[in-house]
């Protein structure tokens, strides 16, 4: 098979997602390459899916599942038989179903998972003072999806046409999920700290004396949460917890305090490695 041309379909809030997705691209070389970041478009206008295009889709985990909000931009997309390689970066915790879903997916719009890729991104939630999964993808991470686009091209070179390039079993992938007795204590200490501070904040707070209404966090934000002007208010409502603002201000202004941010760094503080399937 000769692939014309590649397509990387992301939506990455805080770019880990795309980042990756990029450095599988640039191992697989096949063909011009296109991005397309559906992060901050509402209303995307999906790409046309040709003979000789090779599809690249990176997604984040968000609960173990894929962003529902990244499925619901991708819902009109037509794969026509296209060759997939599917990714979803999480947040060193586990990626759960999200793969499996991610596959079912590609399978339900007519194209065909050839590789398959779970890699760590830093946690939404990792700050300074809980680090969870900080500065990754780092370089080793970014040289190994490079490395998995180099194998996935090796096989679509091997092939005489895209229905000899055999789909792969999702599920041979395994979870990397923590033992069931440490998963209960994680649980049992999640309900702990849920009784003691039951109202968590349902979106990042600004502190106004540091805001200058640059408006970062306005072009960051993939629900359109926040407004041009009014940067220090968020619309709860829209927020969906990426903290892409948090991330990208740069006044430090804005904040997302959860109880699950010491839970999280407490438990999943040993980095992960990222699992690849080709």
């Known amino acids: 098979m000769k692939a014309d041309k590649t397509i990387v379909l992301t939506f ?28 901050c478009n509402g209303k995307p206008t999906l790409p046309d899916i040709t003979t ?45 179903q999200s793969l499996n879903q991610l596959d079912a997916f590609i399978r339900e719009h007519g194209g065909k998972t050839i590789a398959a890729g779970a890699f760590v991104g830093e946690h939404s939630y990792s700050n300074g003072q809980y680090p969870i999964a900080a500065g990754r993808p780092d370089r080793k991470d970014l040289e190994e999806a490079e490395q998995f686009g180099r194998k996935i091209r090796q096989r679509i070179i091997a092939a005489d046409n895209p229905e000899r390039i055999a789909a792969v079993d999702v599920k041979l992938l395994p979870d990397p999920a923590m033992s069931d ?45 926040i407004e041009k002007g009014n ?11 990426c903290c892409a603002c948090v991330k990208t201000c740069p006044q430090r202004a804005r904040t997302y305090e959860t109880p699950f941010s010491n839970l999280l760094n407490k438990y999943f503080n040993t980095p992960k490695r990222n699992l690849t399937l080709a």
């Open 12 to 39: 990455s809030p805080t770019r880990t997602s795309r980042r990756i997705g990029e450095a599988i691209a640039r191992g697989l070389s096949c063909g011009q390459t296109e991005v397309m970041d559906l992060t």
């Open 52 to 96: 000789g295009t090779l599809v690249v889709i990176s997604v984040p985990v968000y609960g173990g599942m894929v962003a529902p909000i990244a499925m619901e931009r991708m819902v009109a997309l037509q794969l026509n038989g296209a060759p997939c390689v599917i990714n979803v970066t999480y947040g060193n915790r586990a990626y759960e």
């Open 181 to 225: 007795a440490t998963m209960l204590q994680f649980r049992n200490d999640v309900q702990q700290a849920l009784k003691r501070q039951p109202a968590i904040n349902s979106a990042p707070v600004t502190d106004a004396g540091l805001c200058t209404h640059c408006g970062t966090c306005v072009l960051h934000c993939p629900t359109h949460a």
């Open 231 to 241: 940067e220090c208010h968020t619309d709860a409502s829209k927020c969906i917890k």
